[in-house]
């Protein structure tokens, strides 16, 4: 694999171009060139790109590779540009003589100037000064789809105002306001989803849709769509938004007078005249009929008739199966019940946001921050990791949040996990009160001294294993292993972190299909949905990413197609370990097949003793104080220690239910909050 840089747009000058209202936009393309009979030409085969400023994107290093930057006052304007050879940056990168970016001012013509930072990386060097482990890269989450009928419904933001196809109201809200189908486009509330009557396929044409409505119903009412020119603002009735243009927006239905997009037309159900959200009322009220009668005949053949008669108030829950189908009958109280239901006394110890003081930013993710935290008066530190409640409604992470709360509270049971001591909630956040490891994270120590030796890489994968292994003994995938989420404690020993993507319940045949994790980590096999700590093993031996790519698409193809380089100093074991880790075939990967503790790579480890924690650790890290934190990055420690706050008008209108039960203490926290 070609050497590649990491350029950043750090700043620009307009010299003598028109001043603008808003900061230009800088454009990137790349060109290849290219042999033809007419000599050698350049060639753009890859999309042109527009980073941000202040952020970085990867150019390979290939012969005759050129950047052509174009400083834009929008995507169809250019202002001024200017065309440099990769291999010019990668020259002036060479020439510092300092580890850290060079800093290039690119002129431009007409006028103008564009600031590169510029970092060089040697992939298939055996050692050199430069590393690819240079920056943080953030999890993400394949987003959650609702089933309904055959739709595959996700959460969106609608960028135009939408209407929903359901109830035909309009979707209020900031972020994702409500759901839309990935087949049919069609656009719904959050709350409509149980009233979809209808089956999608995509498509109306003899569709599974209207096949159901048919068959149940006896609706088969196609619409009759003639082109109609709307005078006011029209919204599609299937997907919601504005019919565009001046003439002809749409179609219009001549019986029931549905409007929709052309493109829409073919994925409307034949409904025509049916109202879906009375039908579906309709629907609930005659299912709640016939549950009364179902359970009226229930109480008479259980001789329980005479139970439905009793004028005085008697508690009752009658628990049925019939059919595969629970029946809960309840009632009000007993008259003269001396024996009411014992109810739980309140909690008496609980923690809530003033107890605490916060100091310093430890870290970012893709989910929330974590703080340093001081317990008041109790000189107690602790990391909090803060979600904000709207973020995870809008994203549909409600689950992952309660899934990340159960597996940190099992984390106690084993010493290679991070500890949880608390979680509660204020009104707009979440909190994880958790274990503070002021050892970092073993990115902050590889970026620091360089790759690890072999026995410390060693006994860190050895922890980790015993660590994922309890994991796996309780059902528990975890999906995000990376050096990030690796913290050494102050005496050097592993915890691992951020349980966010864990899968519950994986026992036997059972597998975890969600395409989620951080870009450079993920497995092959999950890159074709099909169901890994090989690559974090070889970061931290290596020293670098064993797979690469200037975006995701050519980062995924690399971790699908490419055999990683392995450096001549890298030992028989190391390689060989790390090849089993490497194995496409999930079915023939080490630890699926074979015990990993029994490689030669381990011969070194006494899993009894490492279980125990009485193996001496080979690095312990300097920490001055309980609440010593220079072992985490200045990037985050340079940011005020703050909680941001959303919309008060989404905050109030956000559904509290939707957190219930996540609040706990754990009575090791207990003495120290006091009653």
Same mark, same amino acid.
């Given at each position: 694999?070609?050497?590649?840089?990491?350029?950043?747009?750090?700043?620009?000058?307009?010299?003598?171009?028109?001043?603008?209202?808003?900061?230009?936009?800088?454009?990137?393309?790349?060109?290849?060139?290219?042999?033809?009979?007419?000599?050698?030409?350049?060639?753009?085969?890859?999309?042109?790109?527009?980073?941000?400023?202040?952020?970085?994107?990867?150019?390979?290093?290939?012969? @005759?590779?050129?950047?052509?930057?174009?400083?834009?006052?929008?995507?169809?304007?250019?202002?001024?540009?200017?065309?440099?050879?990769?291999?010019?940056?990668?020259?002036?990168?060479?020439? *510092?003589?300092? #580890?850290?970016?060079?800093?290039?001012?690119?002129?431009? %013509?007409?006028?103008?100037?564009?600031?590169?930072?510029?970092?060089?990386?040697?992939?298939?060097?055996?050692?050199?000064?430069?590393?690819?482990?240079?920056?943080?890269?953030?999890?993400?989450?394949?987003?959650?789809?609702?089933?309904?009928?055959?739709?595959?419904?996700?959460?969106?933001?609608?960028?135009?105002?939408?209407?929903?196809?359901?109830?035909?109201?309009?979707?209020?809200?900031?972020?994702?306001?409500?759901?839309?189908?990935?087949?049919?486009?069609?656009?719904?509330?959050?709350?409509?989803?149980?009233?979809?009557?209808?089956?999608?396929?995509?498509?109306?044409?003899?569709?599974?849709?209207?096949?159901?409505?048919?068959?149940?119903?006896?609706?088969?009412?196609?619409?009759?769509?003639?082109?109609?020119?709307?005078?006011?603002?029209?919204?599609?009735?299937?997907?919601?938004?504005?019919?565009?243009?001046?003439?002809?927006?749409?179609? $219009?239905? +001549?019986?029931?007078?549905?409007?929709?997009?052309?493109?829409?037309?073919?994925?409307?159900?034949?409904?025509?005249?049916? #109202?879906?959200?009375?039908?579906?009322?309709?629907?609930?009220?005659?299912?709640?009929?016939?549950?009364? &009668?179902?359970?009226?005949?229930?109480?008479?053949?259980?001789?329980?008739?005479?139970?439905?008669?009793?004028?005085?108030?008697?508690?009752?829950?009658?628990?049925?199966?019939?059919?595969?189908?629970?029946?809960?009958?309840?009632?009000?109280?007993?008259?003269?019940?001396?024996?009411?239901?014992?109810?739980?006394?309140?909690?008496?110890?609980?923690?809530?946001?003033?107890?605490?003081?916060? %100091?310093?930013?430890?870290?970012?993710? /893709?989910?929330?921050?974590?703080?340093?935290?001081?317990?008041?008066? $109790?000189?107690?530190?602790?990391?909090?990791?803060?979600?904000?409640?709207?973020? =995870?409604?809008?994203?549909?992470?409600?689950?992952?949040?309660?899934?990340?709360?159960?597996?940190?509270?099992?984390?106690?049971? #084993?010493?290679?996990?991070?500890?949880?001591?608390?979680?509660?909630?204020?009104?707009?956040?979440?909190?994880?009160?958790?274990?503070?490891?002021?050892? @970092?994270?073993?990115?902050?120590?590889?970026?620091?001294?360089?790759?690890? +030796?072999?026995?410390?890489?060693?006994?860190?994968?050895?922890?980790?294993?015993?660590?994922?292994?309890?994991?796996?003994?309780?059902?528990?995938?975890?999906?995000?292993?990376?050096?990030?989420?690796?913290?050494?404690?102050? !005496?050097?020993?592993?915890?691992?972190?951020?349980?966010?993507?864990?899968?519950?319940?994986?026992?036997?045949?059972?597998?975890?299909? &969600?395409?989620?994790?951080?870009?450079?980590?993920?497995?092959?096999?999950?890159?074709?949905?099909?169901?890994?700590?090989?690559?974090?093993?070889?970061?931290?031996?290596?020293?670098?990413?064993?797979?690469?790519? !200037?975006?995701?698409?050519?980062?995924? +193809?690399?971790?699908?197609?490419?055999?990683?380089?392995?450096?001549?100093?890298?030992?028989?074991?190391?390689?060989?370990?790390?090849?089993?880790?490497?194995?496409? !075939?999930? *079915?023939?990967?080490?630890?699926?097949?074979?015990?990993?503790?029994?490689?030669?790579?381990?011969?070194?480890?006494?899993?009894?003793?490492?279980?125990?924690?009485? =193996?001496?650790?080979?690095?312990?890290?300097? =920490?001055?104080?309980?609440?010593?934190? /220079?072992?985490?990055?200045?990037?985050?420690? #340079?940011? $005020?220690?703050?909680?941001?706050? @959303? !919309?008060?008008?989404?905050?109030?209108?956000?559904?509290?239910?939707?957190?219930?039960?996540?609040?706990?203490?754990?009575?090791?926290?207990?003495?120290?909050?006091?009653?």
């Amino acid at each position: 694999m070609a050497p590649f840089l990491r350029i950043a747009l750090n700043a620009y000058k307009m010299g003598d171009l028109p001043p603008l209202s808003e900061p230009p936009i800088c454009a990137i393309k790349m060109k290849e060139s290219v042999s033809t009979e007419r000599g050698k030409t350049l060639v753009q085969r890859k999309p042109t790109m527009f980073p941000p400023w202040q952020s970085t994107f990867d150019a390979h290093i290939y012969e @005759g590779r050129v950047l052509e930057v174009i400083l834009m006052q929008n995507t169809e304007e250019p202002l001024a540009k200017a065309t440099l050879g990769v291999s010019v940056l990668a020259e002036s990168c060479k020439k *510092s003589k300092t #580890n850290c970016q060079p800093e290039v001012w690119v002129d431009l %013509h007409p006028s103008g100037q564009v600031l590169f930072a510029v970092q060089f990386f040697l992939e298939d060097s055996d050692t050199g000064k430069f590393t690819t482990l240079n920056r943080r890269r953030g999890a993400f989450k394949q987003p959650k789809i609702h089933l309904m009928r055959n739709h595959q419904f996700t959460a969106t933001f609608f960028a135009q105002p939408t209407f929903c196809s359901v109830c035909k109201e309009f979707l209020w809200g900031f972020n994702k306001q409500g759901y839309k189908c990935k087949q049919c486009n069609a656009a719904i509330h959050k709350r409509c989803l149980e009233k979809i009557i209808g089956k999608c396929t995509g498509t109306a044409t003899n569709s599974r849709d209207t096949m159901f409505q048919k068959e149940r119903f006896k609706i088969d009412m196609p619409h009759r769509f003639k082109t109609h020119n709307y005078r006011s603002p029209t919204f599609c009735d299937h997907c919601g938004s504005l019919l565009w243009g001046l003439y002809k927006q749409g179609l $219009k239905c +001549d019986e029931c007078g549905m409007n929709v997009h052309t493109y829409c037309k073919e994925k409307v159900a034949n409904l025509c005249g049916v #109202n879906q959200k009375l039908l579906a009322e309709a629907l609930s009220q005659v299912s709640q009929v016939c549950l009364t &009668t179902q359970v009226l005949l229930m109480c008479i053949f259980l001789k329980q008739w005479p139970l439905l008669y009793k004028s005085a108030n008697r508690s009752i829950c009658v628990h049925f199966m019939l059919a595969n189908m629970y029946v809960y009958i309840a009632d009000e109280k007993v008259k003269g019940d001396t024996n009411p239901v014992p109810v739980a006394p309140p909690r008496s110890v609980h923690l809530t946001i003033n107890h605490l003081v916060f %100091h310093k930013v430890l870290g970012k993710g /893709s989910f929330g921050k974590v703080l340093l935290a001081e317990l008041k008066g $109790k000189g107690q530190f602790f990391a909090v990791k803060v979600l904000k409640k709207d973020v =995870v409604l809008m994203d549909d992470d409600v689950e992952c949040t309660m899934v990340e709360k159960r597996v940190l509270s099992l984390a106690w049971e #084993n010493p290679f996990l991070t500890h949880l001591y608390s979680t509660f909630q204020s009104k707009e956040h979440l909190f994880f009160v958790m274990e503070y490891l002021n050892g @970092g994270d073993l990115m902050f120590h590889i970026q620091d001294k360089g790759r690890f +030796d072999v026995t410390r890489a060693t006994f860190y994968a050895a922890e980790i294993t015993v660590g994922l292994q309890f994991l796996h003994s309780k059902g528990i995938i975890y999906r995000d292993l990376k050096l990030d989420n690796v913290m050494l404690d102050k !005496d050097g020993h592993i915890k691992i972190a951020d349980f966010g993507m864990c899968k519950e319940k994986v026992f036997g045949d059972v597998r975890a299909t &969600t395409f989620c994790g951080t870009p450079d980590y993920i497995a092959p096999e999950v890159m074709v949905m099909r169901r890994n700590d090989s690559i974090l093993l070889g970061q931290k031996y290596t020293f670098s990413s064993p797979f690469q790519g !200037d975006d995701e698409d050519e980062l995924f +193809d690399s971790i699908r197609t490419d055999t990683p380089h392995y450096p001549r100093w890298i030992s028989k074991e190391s390689k060989s370990l790390i090849e089993l880790l490497f194995e496409r !075939d999930p *079915s023939r990967r080490l630890g699926v097949v074979g015990d990993i503790r029994t490689h030669p790579f381990f011969r070194t480890i006494n899993w009894s003793a490492l279980e125990k924690r009485e =193996v001496e650790p080979p690095f312990k890290p300097k =920490v001055k104080s309980p609440s010593d934190c /220079s072992n985490f990055d200045r990037e985050f420690l #340079n940011e $005020k220690p703050r909680l941001s706050h @959303g !919309d008060k008008m989404l905050i109030d209108s956000m559904d509290q239910a939707a957190f219930a039960g996540f609040s706990f203490v754990n009575p090791k926290l207990e003495p120290l909050i006091g009653k």
